[in-house]
């Protein structure tokens, strides 16, 4: 059974984690723990409790565009930095990968944000991809690209609001 839980070191010792990206593999083993004290950045594990190993796992911060950045995600001049959060991280271990991980994490990952957005105020919701085929996953689960930055992508507050709203049973 998979089952999300907060970050914590124990739970990442129990099995090598491997997504395929050594970025992704790298941070999790050796920097995640310190971002967490540091309250940097909160990181959800997705975990196999059977199997005793992470699945996968997700992080979130806050993040600000700048005006500029703002006007390339948004389309329109800016005045003023856009605030925003960061789906800082998201990757799914090797042995996991084509079952639906992926889009649960980010599901857990938006639903999050969806409930954060009614206590903290932010715009939109960003991820720097770290190639073509991770953008293409984010496409598909409704950002679009920033006009002038294709691994860069957003998703506005309000259209996060209104998809959580669409799942919502009248």
């Given at each position: 059974m998979?089952?999300?839980r907060p970050f914590t070191s124990a739970a990442i010792k129990l099995h090598p984690?491997?997504?395929?990206?050594?970025?992704?593999?790298?941070?999790?083993?050796?920097?995640?723990?310190?971002?967490?004290?540091?309250?940097?950045v909160r990181t959800t594990l997705l975990?196999?409790?059977?199997?005793?190993?992470v699945a996968g796992y997700f992080s979130l911060?806050?993040?600000e565009l700048s005006a500029a950045d703002g006007e390339s995600a948004?389309?329109?001049?800016?005045?003023?930095?856009?605030?925003?959060?960061?789906?800082?991280?998201?990757?799914?271990?090797?042995?996991y990968k084509g079952h639906g991980v992926g889009k649960l994490l980010l599901f857990d990952a938006l639903q999050r944000l969806?409930?954060?957005?009614?206590?903290?105020g932010f715009e939109i919701v960003v991820v720097h991809a770290l190639h073509e085929d991770?953008?293409?996953?984010?496409?598909?689960?409704?950002?679009?690209?920033f006009l002038d930055?294709?691994?860069?992508?957003?998703?506005?507050?309000?259209d996060l609001r209104a998809t959580f709203a669409a799942a919502e049973p009248s």
């Amino acid at each position: 059974m998979l089952i999300a839980r907060p970050f914590t070191s124990a739970a990442i010792k129990l099995h090598p984690f491997d997504c395929g990206e050594p970025e992704l593999n790298e941070w999790l083993a050796r920097y995640a723990s310190q971002s967490e004290k540091k309250d940097n950045v909160r990181t959800t594990l997705l975990l196999d409790e059977e199997a005793q190993r992470v699945a996968g796992y997700f992080s979130l911060r806050t993040f600000e565009l700048s005006a500029a950045d703002g006007e390339s995600a948004m389309g329109r001049k800016r005045r003023y930095p856009v605030p925003a959060m960061l789906l800082a991280r998201l990757a799914v271990d090797n042995d996991y990968k084509g079952h639906g991980v992926g889009k649960l994490l980010l599901f857990d990952a938006l639903q999050r944000l969806v409930a954060a957005a009614d206590d903290i105020g932010f715009e939109i919701v960003v991820v720097h991809a770290l190639h073509e085929d991770a953008a293409c996953f984010y496409l598909k689960h409704g950002f679009r690209r920033f006009l002038d930055h294709e691994l860069s992508l957003f998703l506005t507050t309000k259209d996060l609001r209104a998809t959580f709203a669409a799942a919502e049973p009248s």
